[in-house]
């Protein structure tokens, strides 16, 4: 039994070991990349449309971020 165990733990280790060791990179957008010109309704139903924001506001933050507070 107690082998078993050592075996199980020496595969633990190698298995983190190679995945530590891949180098994964997700494509990301360049602070100096402009984002495509898009419109979308606020809660109230206003829509607001990037340029117009940009004009007004000088500089926008979007983020973008997956089921939040959507029920799902």
């Given at each position: 039994m107690r082998r078993?165990?050592?075996m199980m733990v020496l595969l633990?280790?190698?298995?983190?070991?190679?995945?530590?060791?891949a180098d994964?990179?997700?494509?990301?957008a360049s602070p100096a990349q402009a984002a495509p010109d898009f419109a979308l309704p606020d809660?109230?139903?206003k829509m607001w449309?990037?340029?117009?924001?940009?004009k007004?506001?000088?500089a926008v933050?979007?983020?973008f971020y997956p089921k939040?507070?959507?029920g799902v």
């Open positions: 078993i165990s050592l633990f280790i190698l298995v983190l070991a190679a995945g530590a060791k994964v990179q997700a494509p990301s809660q109230d139903g449309k990037l340029s117009d924001a940009v007004e506001y000088r933050v979007l983020a939040d507070d959507t």
